[in-house]
């Protein structure tokens, strides 16, 4: 397959296929092909030999699919122009991150060229390697530790230093690469420019392991505040979202969602859109219904009108109620991450057994911009321009749903409106995919906002959380033990599981199977993923202690049962949920030990990273040590509180620590968040100003996911269908003062960046009403009405 | 159909399309402008903002035969990638975007704001967008490039 053969049509604007071309090609109607010639990248051609090896695979998180470009070569990742210009190729997107500007400076560094010399292209089927997911804060740590992007580019600055040493006649220990020149360290006219070294050619070389990577003490590129490419024309109008995607002869499809969920279509009368101006066809597929035609608009008037009987919905689990349904429903399936087994033991010894219930509910994504796709689909091949997080995985999952052969399946990334993790991307492009089918022509297909929130994405999870510690007599605490209760419903549709996504599960595909375990089995080795086990405990399986804490007698046992709802992957997923808890736990277990939230933590903690982040955003906000509640506090009017929380994020991939400074209206229950202070650390750092805008984005994303955000449903339906019934905090709201310290380790491998905050956001706000008002709020969104339930228990405690 | 005439951005166009088709329809789908965007179709959040008469309209809730003959401005309508406005300029600036999907909600929201309120305070303009939604929270930029902006607006008045 060749990077031409997949090119998309003619004249289609190809302008923001990257972040890196954005700028100097907005504006122009350019198609892929052209700007291939111009950047001399064309030549690259790649076969199908050389699939994954065993190597590469560990490595490797995706699934390198039929004709995927192979990891382990060099030209699957770095194509050098006659002119010079590099392009570099990623499976990992930009979805507003920031990756790619983060991306390009890392080529940048390690090939030794200007941050402007270099195009970015993403996830394309027909060009880039597979790299699975562009998820779990993993695009950092998979591409900037020694290994695919990184290490292709140092590979290729040291096989352009050899290059050049044959040109030039010299050892190449006497050279130098700077500029995009390879050139005498002594004589600086000795001088050859990669585009006269490479001239388009293939390198033919794999990644050599071994290929020294430019310390941070020589950057240059990296570290520096690079502004994003794609700016320019975002604020101008020019950047071209997947919702701008117009093919020749496209058509406009519009779905027809149950109207409650479990409900199946019993039968779908035709006749009445019939004559409708621009209707094409009337598509059913077993549940999945939909109609396309010649314009939105008058697929939106034919989807109003056709008529569908459906049979009555399943019902639901009362929401009022849930949380208890949650705990009691049975099968479940059962997880053990640590288990000292002697918890039991010394809880019953424990001079104080103290124990806390903490509730979270489904969220949503709750994408800006309803989830759009464009599909074309004739006969046996398929290209699909989607805003999904892999376009290799739903390359091989929409051949399923489509009968297709993957490798007949071509997948474009268009960027979408933020997602966050599982919005309605997959499920939209299945269904652009699946109407397009049914018509053999492209189709362009944007759901409603009630399609997006009610019948589109995948919800993060809800969780009932159990925290229970025991204290010896001088207020130690001697066992920690977490237990929660969850519920999962699908997936990513990753290589094969087209029903993971509502789309695929109404077109007649099952979703995962939920497989039920209980009781749960030892763990085998230690994970903390899901940020289930407590910053504060040892993680000691298997004769080793992993993780962040000193107290070894321990004990977390998950349940998950199957959900109403699709569930996925929602920004810090479970971890956030978990941590909610531990880090109001310790709060808890702080206050009855009379002791300064701070200095307890630092008592259970021996992680050094963990230490210093905790330590940093206490300093950097004045931390008073005392215990909480302020003494200070008055029982009416407004109360002050400060409250901190910190995470090792997964355990090991990020960490940082948050001091929230907030405000009670005692009489209303109104919270107002009005300070914040945060310490970060996810390594080395490639962008600060990258990192400070994710920072600050995840700690207000945190704070509305905290005080406002919660799904709710009646018998049959989820009633969260616009942002009324769903709220979040809009641009008007009174933001805190956001003040940030990251902490750089450059000798340290990369960790993600983007979810540190947004995790400890509830519980540094939780803790910080408990200091101003000594009440303890254990239920997520902190509603006014919640606060004011848990002030007046207060109240009747004193 | 029928044929409706309007002017997007100095340009007149005639278009043969259902007078009741939304505006924001009309002009991203028979005009081709990225500009505006659908991300709610009710009005709530913004995306679809678009300037006419000088007022902030949402044009995925206005029928285009509600604009007949108006001069309607969209985001590409304000500045270029060559001679931005300094409300673009100042959201480069300010690096005030992640997906930028809401961009046009909110620099189209301040530009109505700002155009009639040229000294208006930060509490105020906050007050102005609070109709406007981001869901990746870049609030604390896009805010601080409204104010840079308005610096820049007051100055050149």
Known sequence: MSRQSHAPAEGIQTAETSGGLSRELAGTSISRRSFLVGAGALVVVFSAKG????????????????????????????????????????????????????????????????????????????????????????????????????LAAATAREALVELGSKRLGMPADQLVAAGGAVSSKSDASKKISYGELISGRR??????????????????????????????????????????????????????????????????????????????????????????????WQAIQAANKLRVSWSAGTGLPSHADFYNYLRAEKPTRDTLLVNSKDVDEKLGQAAVVLKATYYYPYQMHGSMGSSCAVADVQGDKATLYSPTQGVWPVRSSAAVLLGLKPEDVH????????????????????????????????????????????????????????ERVGLDGDGNIVAWDHESWSAVLGNRPGYATPGNVITGSLAGFSPEAFMARSPAPEARAYSNNSNGVP?????????????????????????????????????????????????????????????????????????????????????????????????????????????????????????????????????????SVKRIFF???????????????????????????????????????????????????????????????????????????????????????????????????????????????????????? | MSV????????????????????????????????????????QCGACTVIIKGQAIRSCITPVKAVVGAAITTLEGIGTIDKPHPLQRAFIEEQAAQCGFCVNGVIMTAKAFLDKNPKASEEEIQQAMSGVLCRCFTHVRMLRAIARARAELGTAK
């Not at chain 1, 492009?429 to 009630?450: E, I, Y």
Request: with cysteine.
């Open chain 1, 203 to 296: 390198f033919e070389i794999q990644l050599n392991p071994n290929a020294k990577r430019k310390p941070a003490s020589e950057w240059t590129v990296l570290g520096t505040e690079a502004w994003r490419p794609d700016l320019p024309a975002l604020v101008t109008g020019q950047f071209e979202f997947v919702h701008n995607v117009r093919l020749p002869g496209m058509l406009h499809g519009r779905v027809v969602r149950p109207p409650a969920v479990g409900a199946t279509v019993d039968s779908v009368d035709e006749s009445s859109v019939k004559g409708m101006p621009g209707v094409v066809k009337v598509v059913v597929k077993k549940n999945f219904v939909g109609v396309v035609a010649e314009k939105p």
């Open chain 1, 411 to 466: 997948v474009i990334f268009r960027r979408g409106s933020g997602c966050y993790g599982l919005n309605a991307a997959d499920t939209v492009t299945f269904d652009a995919a699946l109407l397009s089918q049914a018509v053999g022509k492209p189709v362009r297909v944007q759901l409603t906002r009630k399609e997006e929130m009610a019948w589109g994405e995948n919800y993060g999870f809800p969780f009932v959380m159990d």
């Open chain 1, 535 to 671: 910053s504060y405990v040892a993680g000691n399986v298997g004769g080793s202690a992993k993780g962040t804490g000193r107290i070894t007698s321990e004990r977390s046992l998950t349940h998950n049962i199957a959900s109403p709802f699709f569930t996925g992957p929602l920004r810090s997923p479970a971890r956030l949920q978990n941590t909610f808890a531990h880090e109001c736990f310790m709060d808890e277990v702080a206050a009855r030990a009379k002791a300064d939230p701070v200095a307890f933590r630092l008592r259970y903690l021996k992680d050094a990273r963990v230490i210093d982040v905790l330590k940093g955003a206490a300093e950097l906000a004045n931390w008073e040590a005392r215990p909480s509640p302020n003494p200070q506090s008055q029982r009416t009017g407004m109360a002050a509180g400060r409250g901190i929380a910190c995470v090792a994020y997964e355990g090991n991939n990020g960490f940082a620590a948050m001091v929230a400074e907030v405000q009670v209206d005692q009489a209303t229950g109104k919270v």
């Open chain 2, 4 to 43: 409706i005439r309007l002017t997007v951005n100095g340009q007149a166009h005639a278009l043969d399309v259902d007078p009741t088709t939304p505006l924001l329809y009309v002009l991203s789908d028979d005009l081709a402008l990225k500009g505006p965007k659908f991300g709610c179709g009710l009005g």
């Open chain 1, 51 to 150: 699939q994954v090896g065993t190597v590469a695979a560990q490595e490797f998180e995706g699934g390198g699919g039929p004709g995927a470009p192979s990891p382990n070569e060099l030209d699957s990742w770095i194509a050098i122009g006659a002119d010079g210009k590099v392009t570099a190729y990623t499976g990992k997107e930009e979805i507003g991150q920031g990756i790619s500007t983060a991306q390009i400076q890392l080529v940048a560094e390690e090939l030794c060229v200007p941050f402007g010399q270099v195009n970015l292209i993403y996830c394309d089927t027909a060009l880039t390697p597979d790299q699975g997911i562009t998820s779990g804060s993993q695009s950092h740590p998979t591409n900037f530790n020694h290994r695919n992007l990184a």
């Open chain 1, 679 to 798: 310490a970060n650390d996810s390594g080395p750092i490639s962008n600060p100003n990258g990192l400070r805008n994710q920072i600050e984005g995840g700690t207000l994303q945190g704070m509305s996911r905290a005080l406002v955000e919660e799904v709710t449903w009646d018998e049959q339906k989820v009633t969260s269908i616009d942002w009324q019934s769903y709220r979040t905090l809009p641009l008007g709201f009174a933001i805190p003062e956001i003040q940030v310290k990251l902490i750089n380790r450059p000798d340290q491998p990369a960790t993600g960046a983007g979810e540190t905050a947004i995790t400890i956001v509830a519980a540094a706000i939780g803790n910080a009403i408990f200091d101003a008002t000594g009440a303890r709020i254990r239920q997520v969104p902190f509603t006014p009405e919640r606060v004011k339930a848990a002030l007046s228990q207060t109240l009747t405690r004193a």
